[in-house]
């Protein structure tokens, strides 16, 4: 069964710190990985995805990578801002390639 | 363009009750999905469907009922409200399966039982 882990749980960085949320996923048979911020009572909205085949995407300040052999996967935001302040959470697509397994999430503060 | 659209955005019940999560979306996706969220436990997936006429369950089915006579609407059934179906309830969906554009979220229901 895929599991999947965030750490850290919470992260508290001044304003304009670069920094790098991590996800971990134990199958690494995945078809890809999605990453998804979370405000506070919202829904989720998307930031990235990242087909299996793929190292890297990009979105202005985010940047997230993956390495399917290690099981890994990270978001790196640069020169954060309060705005940044949410949930961050991070996904696979299961083997049969219909659901996401989510992580636990990160839930990051940047301070004023 | 409305995307995921979940109704009601905040629901009290009693314990015993019975009520309908409603989920609808315009985006003619073929896949939708229903998941929970519980502090600490991240969202887990209670019901699936990729396609009308077709659902199966997911990782938490038990309490909880599905259909989807149509591509538009998948509505979640709570057959008799329990204490431990106070959650935050999410619907998704997305156009030909998660592998190529992976999932759109509706905005949440908060549940309460009581």
């Known amino acids: 069964k895929q599991e999947v882990t965030q750490i850290p749980a919470a992260l508290s960085v001044p304003e304009g710190e670069n920094l790098v949320l991590n996800c971990s996923f134990t199958d690494s048979a995945i078809y890809n990985l999605q990453w998804f911020r979370q405000d506070p009572g919202k829904g989720l909205t998307s930031l990235l995805l990242i087909q299996s085949s793929q190292r890297e995407q990009t979105s202005g300040r985010l940047n997230a990578s993956l390495d399917k052999s290690s099981g890994r996967s990270t978001l790196y935001i640069a020169a954060s801002q309060p705005g940044d302040s949410a949930t961050y959470l991070c996904?696979?697509?299961?083997?049969?390639?219909?659901?996401?397994?989510f992580g636990p999430g990160t839930r990051l503060s940047v301070l004023p | 363009n409305a995307g995921v659209t979940q109704t009601p955005k905040f629901q009290v019940l009693k314990t015993g009750q019975s009520m309908t999560l409603q989920c609808a979306q315009d985006m003619n996706h073929e896949y939708m999905s229903w998941y929970r969220q519980d502090p600490g436990m991240g969202l887990r997936l209670i019901h699936y469907s990729v396609g009308a006429g077709i659902t199966d369950q997911g990782e938490v089915p038990n309490g909880y009922n599905v259909s989807r006579s149509t591509t538009e609407d998948f509505p979640l059934r709570l057959l008799s409200a329990a204490p431990s179906q106070t959650s935050v309830y999410f619907c998704?969906?997305?156009?030909?399966?998660?592998?190529?554009?992976?999932?759109?979220f509706g905005s949440g229901t908060r549940l309460t039982v009581v």
């Open positions: 998704a969906s997305s156009y030909g399966g998660a592998l190529h554009y992976g999932y759109t």
């Open positions: 996904a696979v697509l299961d083997n049969y390639g219909q659901n996401f397994v």
